[in-house]
């Protein structure tokens, strides 16, 4: 068996973890796993290092094998198996596939549950009023309450036209 | 301001080891980071060198406008010496990583040293604010605050699914990092910390040492921080840290107590060695040292000592890593001369330090000190 990370020496140390309900493996040979703090426990996350290489592995899954790249910043998969990082904002939808399945082993979600820039929270909070006037819209028409109608299509007019404003900025 | 001024700028150590904060006998700081990137530019570890160096002509001077950097030190990574970054590090204002970058990588960091911005890290933007103590909930609120004003003058790579776009997939979602550098030298002497590490490691957090990834915990200085950043909000990360740190401060107290009844020769041996090592050294290393300073900081905390403070403790701790040494002298060191004027400064500095007194000893349970 050869190691992990180098692929050239034999694999001499072998460790599992379990990521929820997924066993993952990783087989290093002696100089890998001395530099990657191995030999010493206390300095050696083993999540990690796993969590770095696991990941690399599902997204070549997700690929299919065929070489995905960045259309925004060229950078492909052997990169992110090579740094464990990515080359812009644009990979994470480049890379979108086998994207899920990584973070989960990773996070606690695949959600974002946190902060919101203020800015980007006001265009979704007027997106989700324009949505719901629409509907209202739908309704007072299907009840010929046409008085509701003509003030509802003129709120819906210029709540539009806010949301264009918010965006552009 | 100039960069050549950086010496000037820090706040002089006796001075800053006078910092005080809640908890502080353990939590020695708290500290909240987040990861932030610019809207369409590469990551750094991606972008070719002139696109850094642009980036860093964008965010550099939108980092000096916010208020609470009015009054803040600004430079360039290339404009600092090895010497310059080696203190800052020391001082945990900028990252190990962070220290080896150059051109196309910058810092600003504010007069009080309790908000420091790392630019062209690993993402665009690592802002940090340190408090002392246990302090997480207002370190997180000071840093939310910086970020809030911040984000009406650069627009952020953030998607409403995923968050906070990170170069690595591991910050994703709120890019946050909260952590305190705990001192447990109860728990280590009790042999209790691979359970606790262990035991913390299980609830998703991690263990590190005194420099953060891959290092040592010198000192018995442990730093412990959340590691997972999508799928929960940021009050939540906060509120779990605590909890857990609560309970850490607990079996450290406990530890000590429990050492002090069944053991008490034990941890009196160590600490009254470690004082006359130290009083009487005429070489010395830095790991030793910060060893050593570890139990004098324990003698304290058991008030062992008649007239030694807390706040000496702190200033040596600092004072004796390698930058900080060599600061203090203008001919370059080499390990050898560093470790002799070490021991130098310490003796010195601890000549008026009386020894550690014996409390009176319980009827003797046969222990054996090693």
Same mark, same amino acid.
């Given at each position: ?14 460790? &599992? ?25 206390? &300095? ?16 070549? !899954? ?62 979704? #909070? ?9 509907? $209202? ?33 | ?22 908890? #502080? ?99 665009? *933007? ?17 840093? $939310?605050?910086? #970020?809030?004003? *911040? ?13 906070? *776009? ?28 691979? !359970? ?21 915990? $010198? ?81 304290? $905390? ?69």
């Amino acid at each position: 068996m050869l190691c992990n990370i180098c692929k050239q020496n034999e694999a001499t140390v072998h460790l &599992t973890q379990i990521v929820g309900d997924k066993m993952q493996k990783v087989d290093l040979c002696e100089a890998c796993s001395k530099e990657k703090g191995v030999s010493d426990p206390s &300095t050696f996350s083993l999540a990690d290092l796993l969590l770095g290489l696991g990941s690399a592995q599902e997204l070549e !899954q997700a690929g299919g094998g065929a070489e995905i790249k960045c259309p925004q910043c060229g950078f492909t998969q052997a990169d992110f198996k090579k740094n464990g990082r990515f080359g812009c904002a644009e990979c994470y939808h480049a890379f979108a596939e086998g994207l899920d399945s990584m973070l989960k082993s990773m996070h606690k979600g695949v959600v974002h549950k946190g902060k919101v820039p203020k800015a980007i929270a006001q265009t979704r #909070d007027v997106a989700e009023k324009l949505k719901k006037m629409q509907k $209202d819209l739908d309704k007072a028409i299907a009840e010929e309450d046409f008085e509701r109608a003509a003030l509802l299509r003129d709120e819906i007019k210029e709540t539009k036209k806010r949301l264009e404003q918010l965006e552009t900025v | 301001m100039s960069s050549d001024s950086i010496h000037q700028f820090l706040i002089p150590l006796s001075e800053a080891s006078l910092r005080k904060g809640p908890n #502080d006998k353990i939590v020695m700081s708290s500290r909240v980071r987040l990861a932030r990137n610019v809207r369409g530019l590469a990551f750094p570890g991606w972008a070719k060198k002139n696109e850094r160096v642009k980036a860093l002509e964008t965010i550099q001077p939108a980092v000096e406008s916010l208020p609470q950097m009015k009054k803040s030190y600004a430079a360039s990574m290339d404009q600092l010496s090895a010497l310059d970054k080696q203190i800052l590090m020391e001082r945990h204002l900028i990252s190990r990583e962070h220290a080896a970058k150059n051109a196309g990588s910058g810092i600003v960091v504010n007069k009080e040293e309790s908000v420091c911005v790392m630019i062209n890290e690993e993402d665009h *933007l690592r802002m940090q604010a340190l408090r002392p103590g246990f302090q997480i909930k207002e370190a997180w609120e000071d840093i $939310d605050r910086l #970020d809030s004003t *911040l984000e009406t003058k650069l627009e952020y790579a953030f998607s409403p699914k995923l968050g906070y *776009l990170t170069a690595c997939p591991t910050n994703l979602g709120t890019g946050i990092r909260v952590s305190a550098m705990l001192h447990l030298p109860g728990l280590v002497l009790a042999d209790q910390i691979n !359970q606790i590490i262990q035991a913390v490691s299980k609830l998703g957090l991690a263990v590190r040492g005194l420099h953060g990834e891959g290092t040592s915990a $010198d000192g018995n200085v442990f730093q412990v921080s959340n590691q997972m950043t999508l799928g929960q909000s940021e009050p939540e990360i906060v509120e779990r840290l605590t909890k857990v740190l609560f309970q850490i401060i607990e079996h450290e107290e406990n530890a000590r107590t429990k050492l002090m009844e069944d053991k008490p020769k034990v941890v009196l041996n160590q600490i009254g060695r470690a004082y006359g090592a130290m009083s009487n050294a005429h070489s010395i290393s830095s790991k030793e040292t910060m060893n050593l300073l570890s139990l004098m900081h324990l003698g304290v $905390d058991l008030q062992l000592f008649p007239n030694l403070q807390r706040p000496l403790v702190d200033e040596l701790f600092i004072m004796t890593q390698p930058g900080h040494l060599q600061s203090t002298v203008t001919e370059k060191l080499g390990t050898e001369e560093r470790d002799v004027l070490r021991a130098d400064i310490l003796r010195e500095r601890l000549s008026k330090v009386e020894r550690p007194i014996t409390p009176p000893t319980p009827p003797s349970t046969g222990e054996k000190v090693d």
